[in-house]
């Protein structure tokens, strides 16, 4: 089993910068792939970023390009969203995933709702 704690949301105004935790505890060692989904309300679940453990390889969507970075310590089996430049359309419950062993783990979510 993998646990996946996430933490760092809160409220902000637009144009403000955050950064989102995501700690993976349990049997981690064959970790695939972390990343972070995000649900609007009413809308569904989307994926905003994710980093593959081995090579740090990297991906967004053009609705965060350039503006959120995901990263990775592997000492600490957590991952990062640093998200800057934040719009009212990054509101949402931010979700943390992970592929361990051909398993995918959720986390409980985190809010961010950015304000105009």
């Known amino acids: 089993q993998v646990q996946l704690v996430e933490s760092g949301g809160r409220s902000v105004q637009a144009g403000d910068s955050l950064r989102l935790s995501c700690a993976a505890s349990?049997?981690?060692?064959?970790?695939?792939?972390m990343g972070w989904f995000r649900q609007a309300p009413g809308k569904e679940r989307e994926i905003v970023a994710f980093?593959?453990?081995?090579?740090?390889?990297?991906y967004y969507a053009d609705s965060v390009q350039g503006r959120f970075t995901i990263s990775r310590d592997n000492a600490k089996n957590t991952v990062y969203l640093q998200m800057n430049s934040l719009k009212p359309e990054d509101t949402a419950v931010y979700y943390c995933?992970?592929?361990?062993?051909?398993?995918?783990?959720w986390g409980q979510g985190t809010q961010v709702t950015v304000s105009s």
């Open positions: 995933a992970a592929t361990v062993a051909a398993r995918d783990y």
């Open positions: 349990g049997r981690t060692f064959t970790t695939y792939i």
């Open positions: 980093i593959r453990w081995s090579g740090g390889n990297t």
